[in-house]
C-alpha cells in the first residue's frame, strides 16, 4: 500500500528543545516536501525536496531545517522552536507524471 | 504572483442538497488545477483535477471544469451526504512546480 509514514502524529513541546519530525514514503518519489496548515492560512509550502541531497525553500523556511540523504525520508527539524510554530505539519510526495500530491496524516505541534 | 481564492466556509447543507464551492485564480501561465478533500483527522487527498481549458474533473460524484474565461474551477456535487463532510481545498500547479493552496472551505452536512 502506498504510504507516506510521519511521526510523531501529536508533539507537546517547550521553546528552544529541538525536535525532529519524521517522513518516510514508499512509493519511490523523487519529489517530497513540507507543509504547515494554520487556520486561515491553508496549506503552506515549508521545503521541498526534488531528489537525495537536493533542497530549496518554500514560501515559510524561516525556523525549519531539512535533510535528503536518502530517497525514501525527509525529516524536518526545528533547531529552536517557538510559539509560532504550533500548527498541523504535513509530509507529502508527489508523482510527477501526474502532478498528484500523497500526504501523509498529520503532525500535529504545539510549543509552549 | 500566482493564487487561488475560495469561499470562505463553513458551507452548512442538509443530505441530499446541490453543493457548489467556489474557486477562483490568478495566474501568469496555464497551471493544472486541483480539488482536494481532507477528512477529519486526515491528510489531503486528491478529489479531482483538470489540465487544460474546458477539462472537466470528476470522482465519486464530484465535478469541477477548468474555465480559462473566468478564471474558476467551481466544484459541485449534485447531492452530498454526511460523509462528505470535510474540508475542501483548490489548488494550482505548474508542471513540477509546487501547487498553490486556496485557504480551504469547511463543507457540514446534516442528515
Known amino acids: 500500500e502506498a504510504q507516506v509514514t510521519q511521526n510523531p502524529r501529536y508533539l507537546i513541546t517547550v521553546t528552544g528543545k529541538k525536535l525532529t519530525v519524521t517522513c518516510s514514503q514508499n512509493?519511490?518519489?523523487?519529489?517530497m516536501s513540507w507543509y504547515r496548515q494554520d487556520p486561515g492560512l491553508g496549506l503552506r509550502q515549508i521545503y521541498y525536496?526534488?531528489?537525495?541531497?537536493?533542497?530549496d525553500k518554500g514560501d515559510v523556511p524561516e525556523g525549519y531545517k531539512v535533510s535528503r540523504k536518502e530517497k525514501r525520508n525527509f525529516p524536518l527539524i526545528l533547531e529552536s522552536p517557538s510559539p509560532n510554530q504550533t500548527s498541523l505539519y504535513f509530509c507529502?510526495?508527489?508523482?510527477?507524471?501526474?502532478?498528484?500530491?500523497?500526504f501523509g496524516e498529520g503532525s500535529r505541534l504545539t510549543v509552549l | 504572483g500566482d493564487s487561488v481564492t475560495q469561499m470562505e466556509g463553513p458551507v452548512t447543507l442538509s443530505e441530499e442538497a446541490f453543493l457548489t464551492i467556489n474557486c477562483t485564480y490568478t495566474?501568469?501561465?496555464?497551471?493544472?488545477l486541483f480539488w482536494y478533500v481532507q477528512y477529519p483527522g486526515e491528510g489531503l487527498q486528491l478529489l479531482l483535477k483538470?489540465?487544460?481549458?474546458?477539462d472537466k474533473g470528476s470522482n465519486k460524484g464530484f465535478e469541477a471544469t477548468y474555465r480559462k474565461e473566468t478564471t474558476s474551477f467551481h466544484l459541485e456535487k449534485g447531492s452530498v451526504q454526511v460523509s462528505d463532510s470535510a474540508v475542501y481545498f483548490c489548488?494550482?500547479?505548474?508542471?513540477?512546480?509546487?501547487?498553490?493552496f486556496g485557504t480551504g472551505t469547511r463543507l457540514q452536512v446534516f442528515p
Open positions: 507529502a510526495t508527489r508523482d510527477l507524471g501526474t502532478g498528484e500530491l500523497f
Open positions: 512509493m519511490n518519489h523523487e519529489y
Open positions: 525536496s526534488m531528489n537525495v541531497e537536493v533542497t
Open positions: 495566474a501568469t501561465g496555464y497551471p493544472s
Open positions: 483538470a489540465t487544460k481549458a474546458d
Open positions: 489548488a494550482l500547479s505548474y508542471n513540477t512546480d509546487k501547487l498553490i
